[in-house]
């Protein structure tokens, strides 16, 4: 990409943020953060995730007040908390987690908010010419009347932009923009974003990707624990400086070794499930899971992953094709059999299906095995079991928590994520299933649940891991599988393909035959 | 046998159709805008009742007959406010909330009731609304009478479907109701104070409700008395599902409701007591409940509704 | 304005909103009793004199507090489950039925083995009652609240039409109301000439009984579960549906109970007004003791208290005694928002 050489805030500042502080609770998520943004320049937010880098952002757009600092667009100070100054300002956001209402049309997501709200009438056709005149400029095809629910990611994406531009925004902020998206969709951004450059546009684009960071911006800021802690020309940066910031240290690898492959623990020959509300379809997936193997799922989210997750961990059962665990096939498919059956599930979400948030750590603990002896006998609950239980487990695993009588809500995401890491592998699960085992946790944590799950596998586990964080994928598993559209490709080894190649299956290229008859 | 047809054939038959049916649509469309912004309105019952007294009171004390409209409106604000209050800015159950608003609401009613008229021992009457006809049009043959003699109320009821679907479908303030219904952080994200409007849903619609409780004391009947709301308002909320959150499906809704009950009123009397009268009444609440059943499977409802937006929560 | 969860809930809290709302409610009915041109404090003096003022008002207090625990109960336990049980009413009249059915004289069974026979069967019936509305929403996802609501109308004018048919009683000078209960099905009295009956007794034992299956039970962890979080619940391997079914059954059946209190303690026959409504006060009762099967006790007793004061108080005074209810609605909405306060904090922009 041919970037706009720009020298720091060169020409003039659009975007100034002054000592920006913010704290939820004990956790300080931005400390006195300062940076300015230059016309037409491309800044990269840098970090990990929970760096603070979208709590900024949502500072920045009025979503979140900010403790302490102001912001300054195009000269004048921003009033904060207040969304609508903000789009007034001329600052629009893609956010990471699309805002867009399901049911209504593109044309009405995009005009949302526009026109004066006490007016006698919508006026359709002014909303529908301007989206077109916007389309062709940017390249941003999209059918006005198209219900928003039937539009692919990416095509929502491209409506996010053209809400913001819609409004004229003249700083665009882009909030992980690339996490949903295949590598082609990803190239057709960037081309996207080259096009709102040259018309003047100034674009924060926030990432946890070096790669991307290093091909688009003019600039570089990267944040750790909430403060900024470095900030470079991207032209000058080396991708290992930059690594070392956002990690604070240098990258080791973990002890990957090579373990005896055991017996298939979990075979799943030509799988078919239903899609079922933003759970993809699965068609046909095969898939032999061995002792003391990790096999990693790669593949950019939203490709079926949860409903593999979901079929394994037994909330949902197959519509064709055979299920078969330790050589039998479980007759009746459950969360209860799939339990029965050896299986630890480490959740994607641990709100929502992870943990009772407003019960107790110790009632937590519990809630796979409370029908079991030493916790109940007679349907009477021995508390005192369970406590003693929640207790082992946070000496075993680290878990900072007031006591076991405490909210389970209350714990930081790392602490719940070892938590439930704990109560399943406590249990000796002959199969793991771990479904993003490590999102959203800090870097201590994220070392701390790879350890625990290559013990598992030294043990003589079965790990299925899941996870969209390509990087995690290639650093434990001894086999990798990548999911696009449903299907799961020929299973390969680490290093036996190259980035480029595992790319293009994740965009769905190189899939066997059968191919062609899903569209894409 | 062919008297039970016979009754369809009635043009007074169809008069009491529209009849029955206005309160209902009235009722309806106020609940519909509220669903539509995502609050479920469970103060409904009790809402009609408390405009249906306000109603017939302001007109008791001296009022005009639109007076007591007005008034009625006005305490459907006052506890739409309540209720949107607790639910909205607040986020409090809005299952418990609509509850203890419909007994508040009913309650208060009474209270007042008793308070305002303690020596009473059958309720005082007033004079209703009276029929107006339309020149020519209520002259058509079955249908003209129950479209155009209504009164001026009834006609109220039409206009303010129209008028519910006007301003849902074709005008700003409508796509932000019904975007704050889907997706409350979107309209965030646009600019729209999703508190702001969705109070402002409730209160209208709960005028909207108060007003439809008005229609029985101060256009249907001429008196207030207690349990006159009889579960309408119940049967609102599900008329509100049958319609699938549209105003005219609503609407066609509430009109093959009041046909079904004023069919039954004049069944008995076809059949003359055979049956138990109760097994008439019930049918209006057994049919509700069916009606809920069959859309339950193509309900297409508001994606936010009953989910309290709490902003910036991780 | 946000709403953010407390990291802590302080006793200072839990002690002192709820304190509030009860004040802001009397606050509230003070102004009416102002209205009405009446003294609030010679109002309320006289109300607590109806309520606990002599050894046969508070007797009253607590018979009037009989059914209420039962229909709080009932609603605590399927609030719990995230169940909006509303229709109590309607299972408290269905449980007055099957007494009456079998205890006017059907089954010539001594007391011992005829009463527990009528509990069973009252409760199933409440159960099945609250049976239909909850398949109706595991099911076809058809919402409760309207369902149960709606069947409280559908029960009442079925009950009207067995008192005026099958049920009726020859000798009951037209009215329609049922025969009355004979002995061996009563409840007997806890004090001879007083009101107060063993179903108060039963009462207590329900509330003891369903604090343990609460607290104590793999039954009560699952309703808990199911309560808070139906989608983890289920993960964790709980059959969900089957949870809603046995709360359903448990709910119905307490509610039931409250009809069988008030035919075979109290009234001793079945008629139309057998409730003032305590199938609806039951959820006040219930929010008010935050739903808890022990606070249900007293919970159940102050509003007891209230309506019974209310109605002594308003032979004495000018003011219409549905300041009691009234009163008690608003301390429903005062509480609700008081538990709110509790466990979040409101911040100003």
Same mark, same amino acid.
């Given at each position: ?55 900024l ?17 195009f ?16 600052i ?18 995009i ?23 916007l ?35 003249r700083?665009l ?35 946890h990707?070096l ?12 944040l ?12 000058s ?30 075979d ?70 799939a ?64 006591s ?34 490590t ?30 964080d ?16 449903g ?30 008859a899903?569209?894409? | ?45 009790g ?14 004390? *001296?009022? !005009?007959?639109? #007076?007591?409209? $007005?008034m =009625?409106?006005?305490? +459907? ?6 209720? &949107? ?15 203890g ?19 009473v021992?059958?309720?005082?009457k ?11 049009l ?12 209504q009164?001026?109320?009834t ?13 849902l479908?074709?005008?700003?303030l409508?796509?932000?109701?019904r ?11 646009? *600019?729209? !104070?999703?508190? #702001?409007?969705? $109070?402002? =849903?409730?209160?209208? +619609? ?6 439809? &409780? ?33 105003p005219?499906k ?8 009041a046909?079904f ?37 193509k ?16 | ?16 909103y709820?304190a ?33 003022g ?99 109308f ?21 009215w ?22 063993y179903?108060f ?24 579960a ?13 059959r ?10 448990l ?5 039931a ?19 003032p409504?305590y ?19 007293a ?5 007891a ?45």
């Amino acid at each position: 990409m041919a970037t706009a050489p720009q020298i720091g805030a060169g020409a003039t500042t659009v975007l100034r943020l002054d000592k920006i502080t913010k704290r939820f609770g004990p956790l300080l998520a931005n400390d006195a953060i300062s940076f300015a943004l230059g016309a037409g320049e491309v800044v990269a937010l840098l970090g990990e995730n929970g760096a603070g880098k979208t709590t900024l952002m949502n500072i920045l757009f009025g979503h979140y007040l900010a403790d302490d600092g102001v912001v300054e667009a195009f000269g004048r100070a921003l009033p904060p908390g207040d969304p609508r100054a903000t789009l007034a300002a001329g600052i629009g956001m893609v956010h990471q987690h699309f805002t867009l209402a399901d049911n209504l049309s593109v044309l009405d997501n995009i005009a949302l908010g526009t026109q004066p709200l006490f007016s006698a009438r919508f006026d359709a056709a002014k909303a529908r010419t301007r989206i077109a005149e916007l389309s062709r400029s940017f390249g941003l095809e999209v059918d006005p009347q198209a219900r928003v629910a039937d539009l692919t990611v990416g095509e929502k994406q491209r409506v996010e932009i053209l809400k913001a531009l819609y409004r004229d925004a003249r700083i665009l902020i882009l909030d992980e923009p690339t996490a949903v998206l295949s590598p082609l969709e990803t190239d057709s951004l960037f081309q996207t974003l080259e096009k709102l450059v040259e018309q003047g546009l100034s674009i924060i684009f926030i990432s946890h990707k070096l790669g991307e960071v290093m091909r688009i911006s003019n600039r570089v800021l990267v944040l750790r624990g909430g403060r900024l802690v470095g900030e470079r020309q991207t032209a000058s940066a080396t991708r290992e400086e930059l690594a070392e910031l956002m990690i604070g240290g240098t990258l080791t690898g973990p002890g990957k070794h090579s373990v005896q492959q055991g017996a298939v623990a979990l075979d799943l020959r030509a799988i078919h499930t239903r899609a079922s509300g933003d759970k993809r379809a699965l068609e046909g997936v095969d898939l032999q899971l061995r002792a003391g193997e990790i096999f990693g799922i790669a593949g950019v989210s939203g490709n079926g992953q949860a409903s593999l997750a979901a079929l394994i961990s037994g909330m949902i059962a197959q519509d064709g094709g055979d299920l078969i665990i330790a050589g039998e096939s479980p007759r009746g498919w459950s969360p209860r059999e799939a339990l029965r059956q050896g299986i630890g599930r480490i959740p994607e979400d641990r709100h929502h299906e992870g943990t009772l948030g407003d019960m107790s750590v110790a009632e937590n603990v519990i809630s796979e095995r409370y029908g079991e002896q030493p916790y109940s006998r007679w349907g009477v609950i021995d508390w005192r079991a369970a406590v003693n239980f929640a207790k082992k487990l946070i000496g075993e695993y680290d878990v900072k928590c007031p006591s076991p009588a405490a909210r389970i809500r209350l714990l930081s995401g790392g602490n719940m994520q070892k938590l439930i890491l704990g109560r399943v592998l406590d249990g000796r699960p002959r199969i793991v299933l771990a479904n993003q085992p490590t999102r959203g946790l800090d870097v201590g944590a994220v070392a701390y649940v790879h350890s625990r799950l290559l013990k598992a596998c030294e043990e003589g586990a079965a790990i299925l891991l899941i996870s969209e964080d390509l990087d995690e994928v290639l650093a434990l598993a001894d086999r990798i599988g990548v999911m696009s559209k449903g299907r799961l490709s020929e299973p390969f080894r680490r290093g036996e393909k190259s980035l480029a190649e595992i790319g293009a299956l994740m965009a769905g290229h190189g899939f066997a035959e059968g191919e062609g008859a899903h569209a894409h | 046998m062919g008297e039970a047809f016979d009754i369809f054939l009635q043009a007074s038959f169809w008069v009491a159709v529209v009849r029955i049916a206005s309160p209902l649509i009235l009722a309806t469309m106020g609940e519909l805008i509220c669903e539509r912004a995502g609050v479920l309105n469970l103060g409904i019952e009790g809402i009609m009742t408390a405009g249906a007294f306000v109603g017939w009171y302001t007109v008791y004390a *001296g009022g !005009d007959l639109w #007076l007591g409209v $007005l008034m =009625a409106g006005v305490i +459907g604000v006052v506890f739409g406010l309540l209720h &949107g209050t607790l639910t909205v800015p607040l986020g409090l159950s809005q299952h418990v909330t609509g509850i203890g608003v419909t007994l508040l609401a009913s309650s208060l009613a009474y209270f007042s009731y008793r308070l305002l008229l303690p020596q009473v021992s059958s309720p005082p009457k007033i004079e209703p609304f009276q029929p107006l006809p339309i020149p020519f049009l209520s002259d058509i043959p079955l249908f003209g009478q129950a479209l155009f003699a209504q009164t001026p109320l009834t006609y109220f009821a039409f206009v303010a479907v129209a008028l519910v679907a006007w301003v849902l479908y074709r005008t700003p303030l409508g796509l932000a109701i019904r975007a704050v219904g889907e997706n409350p952080a979107a309209c965030e994200a646009q *600019g729209i !104070d999703v508190t #702001l409007i969705r $109070l402002g =849903a409730v209160m209208a +619609g709960s005028a909207l409700m108060a007003i439809g &409780g008005a229609f029985l004391t101060i256009s249907a009947f001429n008196s207030f008395f207690f349990e006159m709301v009889n579960g309408r308002g119940w049967i609102c909320i599900a008329l509100v599902v049958f319609g699938s959150w549209r105003p005219g499906k609503a609407l066609l809704g509430a009109i093959l409701f009041a046909a079904f009950d004023a069919y039954q009123v004049r069944l008995q009397q076809v059949t003359g007591g055979v049956v138990p009268y109760q097994l008439f009444l019930m049918m209006p609440y057994v049919l509700s409940i069916l009606a809920l059943i069959v859309m339950a499977r193509k309900a297409s409802y508001p994606k936010a509704l009953m989910v309290p937006y709490r902003k910036g929560e991780r | 304005m946000r709403i953010e969860p407390v990291d802590a809930v302080s006793w200072r809290a839990t002690l002192g909103y709820p304190a509030l709302a009860i004040l802001a409610t009397l606050a509230f009915a003070g102004v009416l009793v102002m209205l009405a041109g009446a003294n609030p404090f010679a109002v309320f003096g006289l109300v607590l004199k109806g309520a606990f003022g002599s050894q046969f008002a508070f007797l009253e207090t607590l018979t009037r507090a009989t059914p209420l625990i039962f229909t709080g109960l009932a609603v605590a336990v399927a609030f719990r489950a995230k169940l909006w049980n509303i229709g109590a009413e309607a299972q408290l009249y269905i449980g007055g039925v099957v007494t009456v059915v079998l205890g006017t004289g059907a089954l010539p069974w001594a007391g011992f083995a005829l009463k527990p026979a009528i509990i069973v069967a009252v409760m199933m019936a409440g159960a099945l009652v609250l049976l239909v509305p909850t398949l109706l929403k595991s099911r076809f996802g058809v919402d409760e609240v309207v369902t149960t609501l709606l069947l409280n109308f559908i029960v009442l004018l079925f009950v009207s039409m067995l008192l005026e048919g099958v049920l009726k009683n020859p000798m009951g000078m037209g009215w329609p109301q049922s025969r009355r209960v004979i002995e061996a099905a009563s409840l007997p009295k806890i004090l001879q000439g007083k009101r107060l009956h063993y179903g108060f007794v039963l009462a207590l034992v329900a509330a003891i009984s369903v604090w343990f299956v609460m607290a104590r039970t793999t039954l009560g962890y699952e309703m808990r579960a199911v309560g808070h979080n139906p989608q983890a619940a289920r993960f964790a391997g709980i059959r969900v549906n089957l949870v809603l079914v046995k709360t359903a059954l448990l709910s119905g059946g307490l509610a039931a109970l409250a009809g069988f209190s008030e035919v075979a303690g109290l009234k001793g026959n079945l008629s139309l007004d057998l409730s003032p409504g305590y199938g609806y006060t039951g959820i006040v009762v219930a929010m008010l003791a935050m739903l808890h099967p022990l606070g249900v006790i007293a919970a159940a007793i102050f509003v007891a208290g209230i309506f019974v004061g209310a109605d002594s108080m308003s032979r004495a005074a000018r003011v219409p005694s549905y300041i009691a209810d009234v009163t008690v609605a608003t301390a429903l909405l005062t509480m609700v928002a008081a538990i709110l306060l509790t466990r979040y904090r409101i911040r100003w922009r």
